[in-house]
């Protein structure tokens, strides 16, 4: 009978449960809808009950499964498995999320921060294999990292390492929602790529952006994207401060834990090569002369799985 | 007979050399002059003779060395023991460093970067101690750096991590050495600090600093600091600046690997907490509102020793 894994990645919007072999891979997976109100020991159940109904559609049972990985938002501890606090699920606060799972399953269970969990499937599956040594930075609503060194993530003192969409890049610059000014998050998110465009849309009456505002009364970061690529200026100058800003930062990371390759994931890299090659025009520009640096930058290639694969992966070395 | 550990800190103008025992305690220690323009074999040579007089008069014998660590200014490869270039050691060129002294001595030998191997001093034996996650940063000439995470030094690909000195915390700003411009180094290092203040100095009549300068030909970091302390008011805003500069650099390492600990290394730290006291000033300002960070941010405590104990502790390992 066929050990297998559960990778569970929770969000405030859904949670992502995979089935995975032994190799990490999927078997099958499932997606269902999270509630940022929902109690933690209605979670568990619901996590529970959907990992059972998962395995009797891949034609598995309970039994086989040998340990689940499970990322979460944070901050949390791995160590002691307590979710501190996550602003996308209220009702969590000091939650002993690991040992209530734990105790549900009757199996080993591992908890990590959520961008942790993702890192770590891209550095065994995905686009950081091969290497002992990746950074990996999601470019979503905010701006999330992982950081692997000689093969092992840093998790920091109380697992709060690699908070990357913080690095102040511009002391006193924009306004973050961690309360810091200049922070790479408050630049280059995809949010903040959008809310840049609206907050200087003002003064650009000749963009198309202002006619999408009009029409669909916001504008998001494809958006910004699309009409860039089709060359419309402000949009463009738009997206040159987003990559600024990411070359920027990744100049900084590569002083601190010099990795060999930095992996972009998260919705914004749908914007492809466009975004990379402006990435790697300013990194290169910031980058000091004294020596050449060998760092990749490049995209993630698992996708929405990174999550699932990264935790399922974790819970393998249980 | 006992074991002992052989400690060896190369620097551009002095080689230090201590003997410890296994509890890396210094039993006795020479400091030599050293020459930049040394040739590698000479320094090889140099630096066997200098550890068989040192045992000599502590009344040991060469048999009881167990090994010997090195702490050398790199880039260098602890992997494979390789000291690619130095600014100041400048015959030095891809030289096999570590196997030439381990095939001299006839022991185990460790070549690690010199600020790596004074950062594990503190890690092990001085301000870093009892913890798992601690950066070092080392104030002089340059900013030099050291990252110890879940209780290993961070190398990064290619033993280049922990380059803290050129973090850019101002875009645009001063021009480095390195070729980039706004490292914390260009604003914050203890030459730079004095530079600063003499580039400033025009615009300022009334400030002592500019007797200083004319009497002296010159003004010191120490000169800075000192008129600081008595008031001067032009001084107090170098220091200022200084402070905010490492203040910022911390927030930004803080939310890479977040430390447990900071700790400052260096002459610059002879300033005391006039010093300390201008850095937590400003890392409190700059740091998030999000949650209550525990860092500390201190002073090293093992002086000049720090980089001999370092490079026997990672002996002491072989």
Redesign the interface.
């Known amino acids: 009978m066929q050990n297998v894994l559960l990778g569970i990645d929770i969000g405030g919007t859904n949670i992502k449960i995979g089935c995975l072999d032994s190799g990490l891979k999927i078997i099958d997976k499932v997606s269902k809808l999270n509630r940022s109100d929902i109690e933690p020991q209605e979670m568990v159940e619901l996590i529970v009950a959907d990992c059972k109904k998962l395995l009797a559609q891949a034609g598995l049972v309970f039994a086989q499964v040998q340990s689940i990985g499970v990322g979460s938002p944070g901050?949390l501890d791995p160590k002691s498995g307590i979710l501190k606090s996550a602003p996308n699920l209220k009702k969590f606060h000091n939650t002993p999320l690991r040992e209530m799972l734990s105790k549900k399953m009757g199996k080993p269970v591992v908890l990590e921060n959520d961008a942790n969990a993702a890192c770590w499937g891209e550095r065994i599956a995905g686009a950081g294999s091969g290497?002992?040594?990746m950074v990996f930075l999601t470019l979503g609503t905010g701006i999330g990292g992982g950081?692997v060194?000689?093969g092992?993530l840093?998790?920091?003192?109380?697992?709060?390492?690699?908070?990357?969409g913080?690095?102040?890049?511009?002391?006193g610059g924009r306004l973050?929602?961690?309360?810091?000014?200049g922070c790479v998050e408050a630049y280059a998110s995809a949010t903040n790529t959008a809310k840049r465009a609206i907050e200087n849309l003002q003064q650009n009456n000749k963009s198309t952006l202002k006619k999408i505002l009009e029409t669909n009364g916001k504008i998001t970061c494809k958006d910004v994207f699309g009409c860039a690529q089709q060359g419309d200026e402000f949009a463009k100058q738009m997206v040159e401060q987003t990559a600024e800003a990411l070359g920027?930062v990744c100049?900084?990371?590569l002083?601190?834990?010099?990795?060999?390759r930095i992996v972009f994931g998260g919705g914004m890299i749908a914007a492809g090569k466009y975004l990379l090659d402006k990435i790697q025009y300013h990194f290169d520009k910031?980058?000091?002369?004294?020596?050449k640096e060998?760092i990749q930058l490049c995209f993630a290639t698992l996708g929405e799985d990174a999550g699932i694969i990264g935790a399922a992966a974790l819970a393998r070395e249980l």
């Open positions: 901050p290497g002992d040594d950081i060194s000689n092992q840093i998790r920091g003192t109380s697992g709060e390492a690699a908070e990357l913080h690095i102040i890049i511009y002391p973050c929602g961690c309360g810091q000014r920027l100049v900084n990371i002083h601190v834990t010099q990795p060999q910031y980058i000091w002369t004294i020596k060998d």
